[in-house]
């Protein structure tokens, strides 16, 4: 089944009752075009959003840490006891030290939580891959909340990610950066992509039904 | 009113239903002997902590970011959609650029929310202050966690900082670091604290009831 | 006696011989003058340059390490023995936690090297003050690196932290940020500032030699 | 040919004239037994060892920028400049984002300059080994500076690191870690290790001149 994950970063129009309308029009769409749904909220929403709604909750970061005095980072024991489902981690707005992707992969693992590290390059999407998350996501930093999608900039990077990433771990490639219509979601699986990784195409959209249906639907087809 | 700051760290006994049972705890205790309870838990437990009590719920930590593309980052809009009344900063489990404590310092104000600032040394306890944060709450980092408190260990910088702060500004002053007991309590607040932030004194006590009721007593005096 | 610091950055007009040739110019200018120059270089340029020419040199940043296991950071010890006599601290591009702030001052006293913590506010300017380094050096950071002297934008930010310095402390102040001729020097040393630190204006200047005496001349006035 | 890294850290024993009197040990060592021989130092010492001894100085980190306004970073062309010939990155003291890493060893390439990256377990060796830096050192962290060499603790992690660094590049493997006698590099050697990276064995040693030629003689037979 294809994924598509809602990043809502922490924009105005995703936080608190706003990312709770957003993961029930994920559901909904989720329902009608059978897409796997993720959202991706601030830490301090995946409570509510997990308790109103059926979609898949991940945080968008969680620290390499393990219970004990850690004031101020976020516990992955923690944001699983809220309801999340999984952790982005390693976007291109929170970089991590190569280290700290490992444990918390680990820590991840042994909490059954999912994991999505993302990439900025081919080669640095194989380096992640080979340490075995669940979802690599590929995006070309210079092109994330742009006009214009990888699929159409870059679409090699995404085909190329497939492929070196097949050749070193079992992880499934998402496409991220830019995407903005059913077109670039059609032309991303088209290039071997298991999946979206979307934020301000859906976030800071005026219609988010519709461009969630429409970007759903194409991944149906 | 003097105040009680109780820090849940990431510790596994003060996450999820576990924060909710330590801040019933406190409202409890606050009423019963006139203290101004507050609790400072994960972000993800924020909302269900304020839709569990009615004391005051803050974040162990906010990033200084405005709402905008910030995957993975703490903001200040969120938590407080959650219910957080303000944010520690620049604990010594979490330092932070001290630029960033003066963004976040102005992002809370801007929010209304309330500020505790962390420092180690009475230099920095009148660093701090002089960005006027409502509290400075100064603990010797060697002391935190441990068995002695810094009440008996080092009572010279509390009272030091009590008027080093007093020099450039209003902001109240926190003691913090090893308190375990209602004595190390009632020590603070003679030595010119306004309150006391605790974090393991409490949260792994064995019958945290008693020592929450025990403290806020030595408090009330 | 005023003081004109060149911060040469990691530009390359500003390493090795480039660095070399500056610290001459300098020298001169400093001589005929009055004036007292600072070149801040590379670590790797320190000993080059303090070999090549009487003028001090500076680190650009030292780490708040002390002598032992801690590979690829910047200690004192090793940047004194190879010829500074003190260190920038704090710049915009190099932002530091306050503990750290603190810490490296420590060391730099204990060491007997100079210190110039950068600061972006006069409120800033405020809290790094009371923690007396030598210099603190105020720069708006929109308008490093930029054509518009700071000077001529926000003079008041130099002389507000001029008179706050002064309450809590004995540093003296520099004035940075777009500093670009005689002019905004002259001005700089009118608002209260005891001297200058400048970068991009000296160092990518096609005349640096005239550039650097109009400077002094300024400040010798 | 084998090759033998020391690296000084920020050890007193390891800078200025220190690390030119260990480089002078090196070179001898290394003619005599035929060893290739590299010394990676603080940042300031660059020059002055590289202009003192034949043998290769790295820096022991360079910072993942170009030239330009980098105040206080370390820049690949100015260690180059000072006599540098690459560079080790990630060491455990100093981790680095993935990202920098390989934005990192892409600069290193343009200037023709080596790599050595550091990695704590088979699974980041491989992960850094996908990036082709010239090496990846295997140090197990809790090993590191302490009296047990990796060699006799955890001889797999060698074992195992070679054979998952040969699945993915051509890069050569280093052993490093509590490495501390001709016995601990003999058996490193034999587990398929390149070389050594050896730091407090070599510069906390009373007699360092005989420490050096008993690891040199190790592995030369």
Redesign the interface.
């Known amino acids: 089944m294809h994924v598509m994950v809602v990043?809502v970063?922490?924009?105005?129009q995703g936080?608190?009752d706003e990312a709770v309308k957003i993961a029930k029009i994920m559901e909904d769409a989720g329902r009608e075009f059978g897409v796997r749904m993720i959202i991706?909220v601030?830490?301090?929403?995946?409570?509510?959003v997990s308790n109103s709604s059926k979609i898949d909750v991940f945080?968008?970061?969680i620290d390499a840490?393990s219970?004990?005095?850690?004031?101020?980072?976020?516990?992955a024991?923690?944001?699983k006891?809220?309801g999340?489902r999984g952790s982005?981690l390693?976007?291109?707005?929170?970089?991590?030290?190569?280290?700290?992707?490992?444990e918390s992969l680990r820590i991840l693992k042994e909490k059954n939580m999912e994991s999505i590290v993302c990439a900025?390059?081919h080669?640095?999407a194989?380096?992640?891959a080979?340490?075995e998350p669940d979802y690599v996501a590929v995006e070309p930093p210079e092109l994330?909340?742009g006009d214009i999608s990888v699929t159409k900039a870059k679409p090699e990077i995404i085909s190329r990610s497939v492929e070196e990433v097949q050749k070193?771990s079992n992880s499934k490639v998402l496409c991220g950066a830019g995407i903005k219509n059913g077109e670039d979601v059609a032309k991303a699986i088209e290039l071997g992509a298991d999946g979206i990784l979307v934020?301000?195409g859906v976030v800071k959209a005026l219609d988010k039904e519709s461009i969630i249906k429409e970007m759903a639907e194409a991944m149906s087809r």
Chains 1, 2, 3, 4 share one sequence.
């Open positions: 990043n970063k922490a924009y105005s936080i608190a991706a601030q830490p301090s929403d995946i409570y509510r945080a968008q970061h840490i219970p004990g005095g850690h004031t101020g980072w976020v516990l024991d923690a944001v006891a809220a999340a982005i390693n976007h291109s707005e929170h970089r991590l030290k190569i280290d700290d992707i490992y900025s390059s080669e640095i194989k380096a992640v080979s340490m994330i909340g070193v934020a301000s």
